[in-house]
């Protein structure tokens, strides 16, 4: 752990290519007591942009809003630099979601393409995910099983030109709007 990392309250950093050690490393995380809200957590995801490499995703699990909201900037400027993208799944904002340090994650997930998920939507008993990675000119073809009652549905792609072709049940396509960032 850097000394800074640990004046930060941020820390320690594991940097590994090793997907047993990343899994261990997830692993031995011990979640405990909560109730300290806010958090570092805009110095943690800068830290992580520091360290990963171009094009990373970058996952942030969090009950709490920000504390160092006003570091938001230099992260904003780093997802630029880096094209990396961060998404967060939100349990809880501190009884405030309209603070600066609630915000913070919006603007954050917007400029790099992620996502935010919040308490709410991810209270459900079963997901259904699918990720696959093809070479460049290769077609795929998934069967995706959507619940009428869902509002929301989100469909990922990243590489260059991704294309996605969607087919409701009765056999028609359904026009995609695309969202491209550069």
């Not at 950093?13 to 958090?39: A, K, M, W």
Request: charged fraction near 20%; proline fraction near 3%.
């Amino acid at each position: 752990m850097l000394w800074t990392e640990l004046l930060a309250g941020v820390g320690p950093v594991t940097e590994t290519r090793d997907q047993d050690l990343f899994l261990s490393e997830l692993n031995d995380i011990y979640v405990h007591g909560g109730g300290d809200c806010p958090e570092m957590s805009v110095s943690a995801i800068k830290l992580a942009l520091e360290r990963s490499l171009p094009g990373s995703q970058i996952y942030v699990f969090t009950d709490a809003r920000a504390k160092d909201y006003n570091k938001t900037k230099d992260v904003l400027k780093l997802i630029q630099d880096k094209e990396s993208q961060v998404v967060f799944v939100l349990t809880g904002d501190c009884d405030n979601s309209a603070h600066e340090g609630y915000t913070a994650y919006e603007q954050i997930a917007a400029a790099s393409s992620g996502f935010e998920f919040v308490e709410l939507s991810v209270q459900t008993s079963k997901v259904h995910l699918i990720s696959t990675d093809m070479s460049q000119g290769a077609v795929q073809y998934h069967w995706l099983p959507v619940d009428t009652r869902l509002q929301q549905f989100i469909i990922s792609l990243s590489g260059d030109n991704p294309n996605i072709m969607l087919r409701a049940p009765n056999g028609t396509y359904l026009i995609v709007e695309f969202d491209v960032l550069f």
